[in-house]
């Protein structure tokens, strides 16, 4: 089983920056590299929506149309943690947000759907007030 526990986040107003953290571990767990990472958020009465993801060796990285440009997502493998850094927030961005990993090799690109990913964090919550 891998753990994945996200921190950070909180509260920010309309312009402002937050940065959720995403750290790896775990009995099965094999090196950071070896997992294409993503992030997800789910909004209340929305489903839960692809937000950005990397690949293992940090080469391919892809974004949700709304947030590029605003959201940068990056990965310190040593570290065992990802991050995304959201700038420029907008109350549309209020949602929990999950750290999911993919066991993959690590020149592939990630995967942007949700059902690829096997190992998900309990979440943390991002909200923006207007």
């Known amino acids: 089983q891998v753990q994945l526990v996200e921190s950070g986040g909180g509260l920010a107003q309309t312009g402002g920056s937050l940065r959720v953290s995403c750290a790896a571990s775990?009995?099965?767990?094999?090196?950071?590299?070896?997992?294409?990472m993503a992030w997800f958020r789910q909004a209340p009465e929305k489903e839960r929506e692809f937000v950005a993801a990397?690949?293992?060796?940090?080469?391919?990285?892809n974004y949700l149309d709304t947030v590029k440009g605003r959201f940068t997502i990056s990965r310190d493998n040593a570290a065992n943690t990802v991050f995304l850094q959201m700038d420029n927030l907008q109350p549309e961005d209020t949602a929990n947000y999950y750290c999911?990993?993919?066991?993959?090799?690590?020149?592939?690109?990630?995967?942007?759907?949700?059902?690829?990913?096997?190992?998900w964090g309990q979440g943390i919550q991002v909200t923006v007030s207007s």
């Open positions: 999911a990993a993919d066991f993959r090799p690590a020149i592939r690109p990630p995967a942007t759907v949700a059902r690829n990913y096997d190992y």
């Open positions: 775990g009995r099965t767990f094999s090196g950071l590299e070896n997992y294409a």
């Open positions: 990397i690949s293992g060796n940090g080469a391919h990285t």
